[in-house]
């Protein structure tokens, strides 16, 4: 860990400093009163020391993380540790005598016992600054039994994949020049890991070159953020002043995924290159609102209100637009009759008033529609030449940035690779790095704040590991973390920026599936990857992800609609937006039609049947399908979005629609891991498992079934928004409606055998 808050440590809070962390630039993190302090010897990090500030006492004091120990003085190698070896058994002997050469002075301070010898000023100088510390090589003989590890470019020695090696071969003995850096320190162990950093990819890739992306920089993000706020608030004022509706929840999130699909822009975030102008998605949602926006209703005076506020906001519009008098008849005609209505009939159902209210919406919604239609195109519009606009800025704000870093963008060279197959690996930036900015970072409790020029940006400690260990095992650029803090700000900023600011906003964008779930699809379909995750909400090291300028520091490989794996086993939990859906489809049939090699994917789809998406019906038509299953709703769970910083008890949240599951497979993975019934019916038990072995706010069904017939109506809750595009119907049941029975089997391939149809 770079950091760790020891509050409980002589009864004070404190900042340590451990050399895997260090801050980009800087003296360690202490009172700008207080004297810089050097760090400790390898040797005494390695055994769990770290050097801490006691503001109280305005002096260093050494703490260890394996004993909680604290001493004032200097730590000496070999002293015993009072709570496994309170006698000093097993400690080393303090020599009375003085090492050769070192004369009185030597033995003097040999006698001083443990823990009270002075560093002599030529040890402190030897030691470095506050910002460097040295890893002492150590060979490592790599023996039949070590893990192999997944091949790059960058590995050295790496060789290249070979599709006739099985997977469980064991690893052929490195040469004998071959070394590896000493382990770090161990860092903050969280009690609950929703993570395996261990497994290793099964991802084949064809080798690439670095990406052309200009590096993150906290100054960038910043602004970044500050426009795209800003952009947020146009979009309300617009909605507000043009159409008088609250933008649709989630509709601006969902807006950036959908223009990212097809955008060719060059920011991460911002859309600024997309064809068609006007975005579907935002168009849609905008006028689903129209003339009010309709919410769920449970009891029979609020569908009358809802009944009577909608017919009287067709009336409105269509008298203040400019409509034919053909709408204008027609719309005026139903008012009347249900106005009439609503006074006669007091004592019709909910049942009743929902009826006329579909009845009302069939009858004037073409109009209501017609009289909007140019202006909601305008907001659809004004808000993409808005965001062309700030990436213009931002683009030339960072390219300022780096030409007074003195870094070429326009004359990078690309380095050559080879045309040959690899073991997946995390995308790289063919662009140098400024040097960082200082980032701020101290604990409160068992959070991490990370704080640029009063920006600040919270993460759970343990989350904060899981980064640290990510950031050590794919960034190639940086092997003394000094850039490390100012990255996970950046990165945690980038995220915190698209979610929003609204109360749980944006958090199913990021929703993931259990983590019993994880790992049953590890241990029975051989999953390593996830096309759809993050930094923050990963369970495997590499996954694909949003935004490759950051992410890539982090372990991802990119997007995934840019990512083409060869063979491998997948996990895909999409964000859900239908356009993005869609294209993740076209991409797993096209990559499905070129490989020979074993590839499978495992879809995680909202059961949206009213009505259907196109993905799902796609993906029931493929010819790919092995096997499909339906979970139902409420009977299964998600991690939360915010799973980053939320508490314990939130994090797993019911699903209140049902997630259909769909096995994607080519010939060669069909055969490797075939959905048989007995790995299915090993995947719904870890279903059953996740709500009993991890709490949850509100416990979920101990039993959770599935159906291959039992299609649900409605949103899925795990990787994107609960409502589907935020289309509020009269009224949307989550109970669950029977419908014809699918075959799950292969619609267009019968020449190999099909997984069972239920279970």
Not at 88 to 115: H, K, Q, R, T, Y
Not at 161 to 177: G, I, L, R, V
Not at 304 to 326: C, G, H, Q, V
Not at 568 to 582: H, I, K, Y
């Given at each position: 860990?770079?950091?760790?808050?020891?509050?409980?440590?002589?009864?004070?809070?404190?900042?340590?400093?451990?050399?895997?962390?260090?801050?980009?630039?800087?003296?360690?993190?202490?009172?700008?009163?207080?004297?810089?302090?050097?760090?400790?010897?390898?040797?005494?990090?390695?055994?769990?020391?770290?050097?801490?500030?006691?503001?109280?006492?305005?002096?260093?004091?050494?703490?260890?993380?394996?004993?909680?120990?604290?001493?004032?003085?200097?730590?000496?190698?070999?002293?015993?540790?009072?709570?496994?070896?309170?006698?000093?058994?097993?400690?080393?002997?303090?020599?009375?005598?003085?090492?050769?050469?070192?004369?009185?002075?030597?033995?003097?301070?040999?006698?001083?016992?443990?823990?009270?010898?002075?560093?002599?000023?030529?040890?402190?100088?030897?030691?470095?600054?506050?910002?460097?510390?040295?890893?002492?090589?150590?060979?490592?003989?790599?023996?039949?039994?070590?893990?192999?590890?997944?091949?790059?470019?960058?590995?050295?020695?790496?060789?290249?994949?070979?599709?006739?090696?099985?997977?469980?071969?064991?690893?052929?003995p490195a040469t004998p020049t071959t070394t590896a850096p000493a382990p770090a320190p161990a860092p903050y162990r969280p009690s609950v890991v929703y993570w395996d950093l261990d497994i290793q990819t099964n991802?084949?890739?064809?080798?690439?070159?670095?990406?052309?992306?200009?590096?993150?920089?906290?100054?960038?993000?910043?602004?970044?953020?500050?426009?795209?706020?800003?952009?947020?608030?146009?979009?309300?004022?617009?909605?507000?002043?043009?159409?008088?509706?609250?933008?649709?929840?989630?509709?601006?999130?969902?807006?950036?995924?959908?223009?990212?699909?097809?955008?060719?822009?060059?920011?991460?975030?911002?859309?600024?290159?997309?064809?068609?102008?006007?975005?579907?998605?935002?168009?849609?949602?905008?006028?689903?609102?129209?003339?009010?926006?309709?919410?769920?209703?449970?009891?029979?005076?609020?569908?009358?209100?809802?009944?009577?506020?909608?017919?009287?906001?067709?009336?409105?519009?269509?008298?203040?637009?400019?409509?034919?008098?053909?709408?204008?008849?027609?719309?005026?005609?139903?008012?009347?009759?249900?106005?009439?209505?609503?006074?006669?009939?007091?004592?019709?159902?909910?049942?009743?008033?929902?009826?006329?209210?579909?009845?009302?919406?069939?009858?004037?919604?073409?109009?209501?529609?017609?009289?909007?239609?140019?202006?909601?195109?305008?907001?659809?519009?004004?808000?993409?030449?808005?965001?062309?606009?700030?990436?213009?800025?931002?683009?030339?704000?960072?390219?300022?940035?780096?030409?007074?870093?003195?870094?070429t963008v326009d004359g990078a060279e690309t380095p050559d690779v080879q045309d040959r197959l690899v073991y997946c690996y995390p995308i790289r930036l063919n662009i140098s790095s400024p040097a960082q900015p200082?980032?701020?970072?101290?604990?409160?409790?068992?959070?991490?704040?990370?704080?640029?020029?009063?920006?600040?940006?919270?993460?759970?400690?343990?989350?904060?590991?899981?980064?640290?260990?990510?950031?050590?095992?794919?960034?190639?650029?940086?092997?003394?973390?000094?850039?490390?803090?100012?990255?996970?700000?950046?990165?945690?900023?980038?995220?915190?920026?698209?979610?929003?600011?609204?109360?749980?906003?944006?958090?199913?964008?990021?929703?993931?599936?259990?983590?019993?779930?994880?790992?049953?699809?590890?241990?029975?379909?051989?999953?390593?990857?996830?096309?759809?995750?993050?930094?923050?909400?990963?369970?495997?090291?590499?996954?694909?992800?949003?935004?490759?300028?950051?992410?890539?520091?982090?372990?991802?490989?990119?997007?995934?609609?840019?990512?083409?794996?060869?063979?491998?086993?997948?996990?895909?939990?999409p964000p859900f937006c239908e356009e993005l859906m869609d294209a993740m489809v076209t991409h797993f049939e096209d990559l499905l039609e070129r490989s020979s090699e074993p590839l499978s994917f495992i879809i995680?789809?909202?059961?949206?049947?009213?009505?259907?998406?196109?993905?799902?019906?796609?993906?029931?038509?493929?010819?790919?399908?092995?096997?499909?299953?339906?979970?139902?709703?409420?009977?299964?769970?998600?991690?939360?979005?915010?799973?980053?910083?939320?508490?314990?008890?939130?994090?797993?949240?019911?699903?209140?629609?049902?997630?259909?599951?769909?096995?994607?497979?080519?010939?060669?993975?069909?055969?490797?891991?075939?959905?048989?019934?007995?790995?299915?019916?090993?995947?719904?038990?870890?279903?059953?498992?996740?709500?009993?072995?991890?709490?949850?706010?509100?416990?979920?069904?101990?039993?959770?079934?599935?159906?291959?017939?039992?299609?649900?109506?409605?949103?899925?809750?795990?990787?994107?928004?609960?409502?589907?595009?935020?289309?509020?119907?009269?009224?949307?049941?989550?109970?669950?409606?029977?419908?014809?029975?699918?075959?799950?089997?292969?619609?267009?391939?019968?020449?190999?055998?099909?997984?069972?149809?239920?279970?």
């Amino acid at each position: 860990m770079t950091s760790e808050n020891h509050g409980t440590v002589k009864g004070e809070s404190a900042v340590v400093m451990s050399p895997t962390g260090s801050s980009a630039q800087g003296p360690p993190l202490i009172p700008s009163t207080s004297k810089p302090t050097q760090e400790l010897p390898d040797e005494l990090i390695q055994a769990g020391w770290s050097k801490c500030w006691s503001k109280r006492e305005n002096r260093p004091y050494y703490f260890n993380r394996f004993t909680n120990q604290s001493l004032w003085e200097v730590p000496v190698l070999g002293q015993h540790d009072v709570i496994s070896d309170p006698l000093g058994l097993n400690a080393a002997p303090v020599s009375g005598e003085a090492p050769a050469g070192a004369g009185a002075a030597g033995a003097g301070d040999a006698n001083m016992g443990n823990g009270q010898r002075k560093r002599r000023p030529s040890e402190e100088a030897a030691l470095g600054g506050p910002n460097s510390f040295k890893r002492p090589k150590v060979d490592i003989p790599v023996t039949p039994t070590t893990p192999t590890i997944p091949i790059s470019p960058s590995t050295p020695g790496a060789k290249p994949w070979n599709s006739s090696s099985s997977e469980d071969k064991p690893a052929q003995p490195a040469t004998p020049t071959t070394t590896a850096p000493a382990p770090a320190p161990a860092p903050y162990r969280p009690s609950v890991v929703y993570w395996d950093l261990d497994i290793q990819t099964n991802a084949v890739i064809r080798e690439r070159a670095p990406a052309d992306l200009l590096p993150p920089h906290p100054e960038i993000e910043m602004q970044r953020a500050q426009l795209t706020t800003k952009l947020r608030q146009h979009y309300h004022e617009l909605c507000s002043q043009r159409e008088g509706i609250e933008p649709p929840r989630e509709s601006f999130n969902r807006w950036l995924l959908e223009r990212k699909v097809g955008d060719k822009g060059v920011d991460p975030l911002l859309p600024s290159e997309c064809d068609p102008i006007i975005s579907p998605s935002m168009f849609r949602e905008i006028m689903n609102d129209i003339p009010i926006r309709l919410s769920r209703i449970k009891y029979k005076e609020e569908a009358r209100k809802l009944l009577f506020k909608y017919a009287e906001a067709a009336k409105k519009m269509i008298d203040s637009r400019n409509a034919t008098p053909d709408s204008r008849k027609v719309v005026k005609w139903n008012v009347e009759d249900t106005m009439n209505w609503l006074r006669k009939d007091l004592s019709a159902s909910k049942e009743d008033y929902m009826d006329r209210l579909e009845h009302l919406r069939k009858q004037c919604g073409p109009h209501v529609t017609a009289v909007a239609k140019d202006s909601v195109e305008g907001i659809c519009t004004k808000i993409y030449h808005i965001s062309a606009e700030y990436v213009r800025r931002i683009r030339q704000a960072h390219l300022n940035l780096l030409k007074d870093c003195n870094i070429t963008v326009d004359g990078a060279e690309t380095p050559d690779v080879q045309d040959r197959l690899v073991y997946c690996y995390p995308i790289r930036l063919n662009i140098s790095s400024p040097a960082q900015p200082r980032v701020e970072l101290h604990f409160e409790n068992d959070v991490a704040c990370l704080r640029f020029k009063g920006e600040m940006v919270k993460v759970s400690r343990s989350y904060f590991s899981k980064l640290e260990l990510l950031y050590r095992y794919s960034c190639i650029d940086d092997p003394r973390f000094e850039k490390f803090l100012s990255r996970v700000w950046c990165l945690i900023k980038r995220y915190q920026v698209m979610f929003g600011s609204g109360v749980n906003e944006g958090t199913g964008l990021q929703g993931a599936l259990p983590v019993p779930v994880f790992e049953a699809l590890h241990k029975q379909f051989g999953v390593t990857f996830e096309c759809f995750a993050s930094p923050l909400n990963c369970y495997f090291k590499q996954f694909c992800s949003a935004f490759p300028d950051i992410d890539g520091f982090f372990g991802s490989r990119g997007p995934f609609l840019s990512f083409s794996p060869a063979s491998g086993s997948f996990e895909a939990n999409p964000p859900f937006c239908e356009e993005l859906m869609d294209a993740m489809v076209t991409h797993f049939e096209d990559l499905l039609e070129r490989s020979s090699e074993p590839l499978s994917f495992i879809i995680f789809v909202p059961e949206w049947r009213d009505p259907p998406t196109p993905a799902l019906t796609r993906m029931e038509a493929s010819r790919f399908r092995r096997h499909q299953m339906t979970v139902p709703a409420f009977e299964h769970e998600y991690r939360s979005g915010s799973q980053h910083i939320c508490k314990k008890e939130e994090m797993y949240y019911k699903a209140i629609h049902g997630t259909a599951v769909i096995f994607l497979q080519n010939a060669a993975g069909f055969a490797k891991w075939e959905p048989t019934a007995e790995r299915i019916q090993e995947l719904l038990t870890a279903y059953r498992v996740s709500g009993r072995t991890l709490a949850s706010p509100g416990a979920p069904s101990s039993s959770s079934s599935t159906s291959s017939s039992t299609p649900t109506s409605g949103g899925g809750g795990g990787g994107g928004a609960g409502d589907k595009d935020s289309k509020a119907a009269p009224e949307r049941s989550a109970s669950l409606d029977t419908a014809g029975s699918q075959d799950s089997g292969s619609p267009g391939e019968k020449t190999t055998p099909d997984a069972a149809a239920s279970v």
